[in-house]
């Protein structure tokens, strides 16, 4: 069904993110995987086992995606989902009742409500971690089902040591998985750092522009992805064929937003560690950040999040977010579109994560339009 230009990729990530998940090339055919809108198949009889049936089991304009981004993380399977959360759901699946779930005490804040769900009603037991501290997460892997990591961390942006304490969870037995949303496969290849499974929320970088709401799954194990193509069916956690496509199209050009809006990103964090507005600037590519070292050994680039603590508290933090004119006061990120919020505007945002922290997404329009945006806006609140 999809054109192989060659076996176990060598090819660079850039062309793998335009070339993987092609139709066959034949004359007349199509260069970009046709969209089926179709909820049923036409279909009579004992189906066979890879029959197209029914929609929410399974459409032909997955797979292009799904190929595409495995291909990117280097691992075997990938199984697309409704969104992100779709993904981490369906991996969270296998937790037993009464069973142990460690996670970062700094994480996406529907994951940890999920945590929260899964601990309420299944008797999970959560252990938050600062999962930059290796030797507390290797502790609290003793007799864990499961290790859900983030790396950089949303929105904290702590650097985990991947390989450490991937290989501490496998010597456990405990299964790990790694939301990559935030490096993305060109950032990070968290299978090759040591881990079972990684998700995604295709929503932001993979995605890119802020139109679609997707989730991915990809990893080695056909068990693993058997299980999460069966919770996709069985919770209806579905992918729409135009979200799909939107996504693939956008999976494309990744290399390009992705290096375009990591150079923003370490240009603005260098600049705003300088400002006399700016108390604390978190940026991976800073060479004092606690996470420089690590990121530096395990990640290509060091994405495009940047966290930002003006002087003057949570009334600085809202006047900036108030004062840009660029900028996008949003939630989410990854898009082409650079936005900021201040997180703890959600309640249910970490009581660890400051008041005035301003996470700001980075997007890939001029690196000194941004800039002056910013600096208007953090000359207007200096205290
Ligand atoms: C947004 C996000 C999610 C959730 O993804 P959705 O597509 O919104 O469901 C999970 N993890 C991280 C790190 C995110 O940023």
Redo the contacts with the bound molecule.
């Keep these: 069904m999809v054109h192989e230009v060659t076996g176990r990729s060598p090819l660079s990530p850039a062309t793998v993110a335009v070339t993987a998940g092609r139709p066959p090339r034949v004359q007349g055919g199509p260069v970009n995987p046709p969209v089926v809108l179709s909820s049923t198949y036409v279909s009579q009889g004992t189906p066979g086992p890879d029959e197209l049936l029914y929609t929410r089991s399974g459409t032909e304009t997955w797979q292009p995606f799904e190929e595409a981004l495995a291909a990117l993380e280097g691992g075997a399977h990938g199984v697309v989902l409704g969104?992100?959360?779709?993904?981490?759901a369906a991996t969270l699946g296998e937790v037993p009742d009464g069973g142990a779930v460690v996670v970062p005490r700094h994480?996406?804040q529907?994951?940890l409500g999920y945590l929260d769900d899964l601990a309420a009603r299944h008797g999970v037991e959560v252990r938050r971690v600062d999962v930059a501290d290796t030797d507390q997460v290797v502790a609290a892997l003793d007799g864990a089902s499961l290790l859900l990591a983030?790396s950089p961390t949303?929105p904290m942006l702590e650097v985990a040591d991947l390989p450490a304490i991937l290989a501490a969870a496998r010597e456990r037995g405990v299964r790990t998985v790694v939301?990559n949303?935030?490096a993305t496969p060109l950032g990070q290849r968290p299978l090759e750092l040591g881990a079972d499974v990684v998700?995604h929320?295709?929503?932001?970088y993979l995605a890119g522009h802020s139109d679609v709401?997707?989730?991915a799954v990809v990893t080695d194990d056909p068990q693993i992805a058997a299980d999460v193509r069966a919770y996709r069916t069985l919770h209806g956690a579905i992918a729409g064929p135009m979200e799909v496509f939107l996504a693939l199209r956008g999976l494309r050009t990744l290399h390009l937003r992705v290096e375009r809006a990591g150079a923003n990103a370490a240009e603005l964090a260098r600049r705003l560690a300088e400002h006399p507005a700016v108390a604390e600037v978190r940026h991976p590519s800073l060479p004092g950040d606690p996470g420089h070292e690590r990121a530096s050994r395990q990640m290509n680039g060091f994405g495009a999040i940047v966290g930002l603590r003006p002087h003057g508290g949570v009334a600085a933090a809202d006047a900036l977010v108030a004062g840009v004119r660029l900028w996008v006061p949003a939630t989410?990120?990854?898009g082409v579109e650079s936005t900021l919020e201040r997180r703890r505007r959600f309640p249910t945002e970490s009581v660890t994560v400051p008041e005035d922290l301003v996470r700001m997404s980075v997007g890939v329009e001029d690196v000194e339009d941004l800039w002056d945006d910013l600096a208007q806006a953090l000359d207007a609140v200096r205290p």
Excluded at 83 to 88: K, N, P, Q, R, Y
Excluded at 201 to 204: L, W
């Design positions: 969104s992100g959360m779709a993904a981490i994480a996406y529907v994951s983030e949303n939301d949303t935030f998700v929320s295709v929503t932001k709401v997707l989730g989410s990120l990854g």
